[in-house]
């Protein structure tokens, strides 16, 4: 097994290792492509199953009724596209925009990291949301149809808070419900121990850091849900 496989292995039963081998000699394409053609892959099949009147009752409530004679097939057709290419892009680049903003806050607390092994942290300390991915994928491929609210709002694998709030919960409490996760959880504490390795932080300084930057993308989250 490679060094980037066993990384990918490692960081879920022996993360100080993994992170001690980074601040040495940092990895990043394998993980980074595991993440991205999982997220693509499980979303590609996820929404294979959303109906089409399912789409186009989501599309006029939003929109207003639709013209006669659409196509909704080729609505659908599109969204599906549009939905997988999206998330294929996304991964990648987020990771390459947070990790740089977890080089800035590394630096600025005290440490010393440089964009490739910070790149590396971020990247290996991400994993267990594409493992949240996968364990989604026999729940994903036993459902004849999925609805597309319940797939935008990540209720296929119920391991957030945002998977049981009530139906009249507004977009706002929906989605700090939803930051409330397990996989989310799991992430912060790797981030916080691969940065205090890797970053020569303290694990105080390095929670700080980590808590920040994560705290500013939630409310991120929630500025945008409060905008639809």
Known sequence: MSASW????????????VFTGIAEQPTVLVALLLASLLGTGVTHLAYGKIPVQELARVVEAKAGSLPPGTDLDQIHRFSHLAATTSVALTIPLVSLIVAGIFLGGVNLAGGRIDYRRALSVTVHGMLPFSLSTLLSLPVILTRRTIGLEEFQGGAILLSHLGAFAPEDAGPVLSALLGSVDLFSIWCIALLVLGFGIVGGLSRRRAGVVVGVIWGAGVLIKLGLAALR
């Open 6 to 17: 066993q990384r990918i292995v490692g960081v879920f039963h022996s993360p100080r290792k």
